[in-house]
């Protein structure tokens, strides 16, 4: 059989850093807050770096690392919710800058279940195509849709990017052992950043709007349906949840981590978490923390790793792959 399997992994951060009491000096906010409530000590904030700049450079390092030449590409999409533009979608962007010109590139939008979404999606596409070798990534420069007169949101975000390589490869067994994903998009408000309206003919274009979340709501939803989601894609893949090695949630907020290893009664050592230094950084957090580990040499071949992202549609979404 052929099947998906990871090759390479790189991230890119920007290089300024913001702390809490950075923050506290501009709004009515406190690092005790912020760290009691969420687990984040600082994150990265992009002072020239867009979308595309992050992710265009996690691209050469996916292919500086594997000697991949970029004409052998056949696919990039770039996981975000904070593109350069509406169009060109920054994937565009990303392949010409990389001279992948034999890539097929597109955005995909499912906030921070984007990379997850992504990596079911190009495995669905390469099953009986003639892809094989193809890039993800995750690229965030959230801080562009940033409200910072709104406490609520405004120390919650940060930026970054991250990504990986797949290759189809003949194997005996799967890479992919089992997915799962799930859209709730009856709960559209609970969760939105860059809205739109429509504009009066002649009027002046209309400008986005910031972030406007319902925390309690959305705790409410990641700390019961990510469970949910990870448990089916286990049953999917023929294991019992106990056998998964690595769970690399979506770091959005420690507490959510916590109390998912709860529900599912797993060690929290399973659970990796660099929320502390990045902050929220939606499509790129779990790329990020994937590549962090796999720099450190924390992931072994063989091992099973889920990665579960969730967040705004809402969205929700699980892999279980063997590395
Ligand atoms: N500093 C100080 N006080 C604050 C701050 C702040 N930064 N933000 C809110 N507060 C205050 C509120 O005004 C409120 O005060 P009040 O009681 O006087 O009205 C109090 O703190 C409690 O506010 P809550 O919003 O109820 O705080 P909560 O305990 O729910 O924590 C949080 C908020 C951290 C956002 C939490 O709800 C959460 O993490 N939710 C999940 C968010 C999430 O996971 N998002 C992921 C998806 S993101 C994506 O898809 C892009």
Known sequence: MEDLKLV???????????????????????????????????????????????????????L??????????????????????????????????????????????????????????????????????????????????????????????????????????????????????????????????GLTAPQPMGGPVTSIKPFAMDGRAVYKFATHEVPTSITAAAMEAGITVDQIDHFLLHQANARIIKQVAKRLDQPMDKFPININRYGNTSAASEPILLDELVQAGELQPGEIVALSGFGGGLTVGTIIIKL
Request: hydrophobic share 45%; proline share 2%.
């Open 8 to 62: 390479a992994t790189a991230r890119e951060i920007p290089a300024k850093v913001v702390t809490n009491d950075d923050l506290s000096r501009i709004m009515e906010t406190s690092d005790e807050w912020i760290k009691s409530r969420t687990g984040i000590e600082q994150r990265h904030l992009s002072e020239t770096q867009n979308t595309s700049d992050l992710a265009i450079s996690v691209g050469r390092k996916l």
């Open 64 to 193: 500086a690392q594997s000697g991949w030449s970029a004409a052998s590409l056949d696919l990039i999409v770039v996981a975000t919710m904070s593109p350069d533009a509406y169009t060109p979608a920054t994937a565009a962007t990303v392949q010409g800058a990389l001279g992948a010109t034999n890539a097929v590139a597109f955005d995909l939008s499912a906030a921070c279940s984007g990379f997850v979404y992504a990596w079911q999606v190009v495995n669905a596409m390469a099953k009986g195509s003639q892809l094989k070798r193809i890039m993800v990534i995750g690229s965030e420069v959230l801080s562009k849709l940033i409200d910072w007169t709104d406490r609520r949101t405004a120390v919650l975000f940060g930026d970054g990017a991250a990504g990986v390589l797949l290759e189809k490869q003949s194997t005996t067994a799967p890479f992919m052992l089992g997915q799962h994903w799930a859209t709730f998009g009856g709960a559209v408000e609970q969760l939105n950043a």
